[in-house]
């Protein structure tokens, strides 16, 4: 039981990892990513790579693939996004998908549809907590994610920047009146959330399977974190990413495996039914 | 006008091009066409973007198959069966997710989807994660044919059916309902539009349209499972066909249909081979080029040489 619930929040915890870039775009660009799941896979590639042909581990090349992913994310937003700024909100979650199945099919055919997974990172091995072994790599994961939200957080509620963010998510013509370059806080937001994925994407490579389409695997539970916890709340998509994860865990202990994603919908299904707009959205 | 030609030319093409493999692109093309324009009564006219329609084609697919198995009925029955299970899911549905808007609503779609799969893959009376198949049959009282041809009729006799549909519904009362609730829900109650009734027919009614559908799909694969019924790439195929043809327009699907089936087909048989995906990358490129270069479908194309 306590094992379920700890093994729960440390999934919830890379969830909420995962969910927080797809909040921050969703939130202050109105867009919803759907290649946010291919950015990962893209971060787990690069880490990978460094990894077989570098040697470098995954915990230091998790800078690389976060510039690389923030690198991504200004061309995603520069090719696709921008010239899409006045086309209907479907339009443009569509083209998202499309690039995320282009990603995904190069992926495919640059490097096989092979699970791969890295043998031995500086994290591997397991640590005893008070009579609950946990796997030392999900562990770091849930820290460094922890750690990385609690920086979102504060770039973008506590900084000058962020309450720019801020301005630009709640009115984009007020925002551009009073002098803030409302493209280039969206270039700026869309690179940031790249570059987290790409942290929680390297990280991920020391506990893992690699494979072309592991994007689907988190991305679908990021998007119910993301929208649960309200529409661009940080706090919310972080808070509804470990519920998720802790909700999955405990499923799985108490009831039937097969059940963990079904149970996770239902309260998504919930909140939705007595919170339209999400735990913590805005009205 | 156009549509009497396409009509035509969909009454002759079986004669001209004998060869199944052609026919069958046309059944598949004519089957997304029909199903974009059902998810465009909620989609486009009523502006609630849903990416969970996969799930009434599948509960349409799943009653007819499971009918005709289990209590031998035949699909003359089981498809309108199909029909009516998917709207009474809808109404089902519809409660509580027809209030939410935007990407919410969508999300919420999203959701029913993936509960609808996981129950579908756990429901062993159903085939559970392997489906059910359809029984090996030359009968005309099942349905079930080994010719290719029988299934073109029928598929033709349901598409004509289903524009006639949605043009007649389009062009009454609902349809303009429909349309004031997507510009503003706000003004159209004040102006006295039962908002909840109509939304809730449009999602019923599409339901019901893609649920027989979904009767006619499971019967013509003669398979169906979870996979590839309560899958989130069927549901995004509808939406892009509708998306690619134009949203909010009669015609906009099934031209839509008309170019990106035959396109995928094409691009399976010829690049399909190698096992390397290539097809799937090109119709990724192709979503995102339509995207930027035809954000409004491709309906568009004669509005602008007209303007010109």
């Known amino acids: ?283 | 006008m156009i549509a009497a030609i396409a009509v035509v030319a969909l009454a002759i093409f079986p004669f001209a091009f004998p060869d199944p493999f052609y026919q069958q692109i046309v059944v598949t093309a004519l089957m997304y066409g029909a199903l974009g324009a059902a998810w465009n009564l909620v989609g486009g006219f009523l502006g609630r973007v849903s990416f969970g329609h996969a799930v009434f084609l599948g509960v349409g697919g799943y009653a007819t198959l499971l009918l005709l198995r289990h209590a031998n009925v035949t699909p003359w029955i089981g498809i309108p069966a199909g029909g009516i299970v998917a709207a009474a899911i809808a109404l089902v549905v519809g409660r509580p997710t027809l209030r939410l808007t935007g990407h919410y609503f969508a999300m919420a779609t999203i959701a029913v989807l993936a509960v609808a799969h996981v129950l579908m893959v756990n429901w062993s009376f159903a085939g559970g994660a392997t489906g059910i198949e359809a029984p090996i049959a030359d009968s005309f009282r099942l349905l079930l044919f080994r010719s290719r041809v029988p299934y073109y009729w029928i598929a033709f006799a349901l598409a004509v059916a289903t524009f006639a549909a949605t043009l007649a519904l389009v062009r009454a009362k609902p349809g303009y309902y429909w349309r004031a609730i997507n510009g503003d829900e706000a003004a159209a109650r004040a102006l006295g539009v039962p908002a909840e009734r109509y939304k809730m027919l449009a999602f019923v009614l599409s339901a019901a349209l893609t649920g027989i559908w979904g009767g006619f799909y499971a019967i013509y694969v003669g398979f169906i499972d979870p996979d590839s019924a309560f899958s989130l790439t069927l549901s995004i195929q509808i939406v892009l066909v509708a998306i690619l043809g134009g949203v909010g327009t009669i015609v906009g699907p099934w031209l839509g249909a008309a170019l990106l089936i035959p396109l995928a087909e094409g691009m399976r048989v010829a690049m399909g081979g190698s096992g390397k995906g290539f097809d799937l990358l090109l119709y990724g490129v192709a979503i995102v080029l339509v995207s930027l270069f035809l954000p409004r479908g491709l309906i568009t194309l004669r509005w602008r040489r007209a303007a010109a």
């Open chain 1, 1 to 283: 039981m306590l094992e379920a619930l700890s093994t729960g929040l440390f999934n919830g915890l890379v969830y909420a990892a995962v969910a927080v870039g797809l909040a921050l775009i969703w939130g202050i660009t109105d867009v919803i990513n759907f290649a946010h799941g291919d950015f990962l896979m893209l971060a787990m590639y690069v880490a990978y790579w460094l990894f077989t042909l570098g040697h470098v581990d995954p915990t230091l090349s998790a800078p690389i693939a976060a510039c690389a992913l923030a690198l991504v994310g200004f061309l995603a937003y520069a090719l696709i996004i921008r010239p899409l700024s006045r086309a209907p909100a479907m339009i443009v979650i569509l083209a998202t998908f499309g690039l995320g199945l282009v990603l995904r099919q190069l992926a495919f055919i640059a490097f096989s549809p092979d699970y791969r997974n890295l043998p031995d990172t500086w994290l591997s091995g397991s640590i005893r907590l008070g009579g609950i072994s946990l796997g030392r790599p999900q562990v770091a994961t849930g820290l460094v994610a922890l750690a990385m939200i609690i920086v979102l957080f504060v770039l973008v509620y506590r900084t000058r920047w962020g309450h720019a963010l801020q301005a630009v998510a709640e009115d984009r013509q007020a925002a551009s009146l009073v002098g803030i370059a409302c493209d280039r806080v969206n270039a700026q937001v869309w690179m940031l959330g790249s570059a987290a994925v790409g942290v929680t994407g390297a990280l991920l490579t020391s506990f893992f399977y690699v494979f072309p389409s592991v994007g689907a695997v988190f991305v679908l539970l990021a998007f119910v974190a993301v929208a649960m916890g309200g529409f661009g709340s940080l706090p919310g998509a972080f808070l509804s990413g470990i519920l998720i994860g802790v909700v999955e865990s405990l499923t799985g202990y108490w009831f039937e495996p097969a059940y963990k994603t079904a149970s996770i919908f239902v309260i998504f299904l919930l909140v939705l039914w007595y919170r339209p707009r999400g735990l913590f959205g805005r009205w």
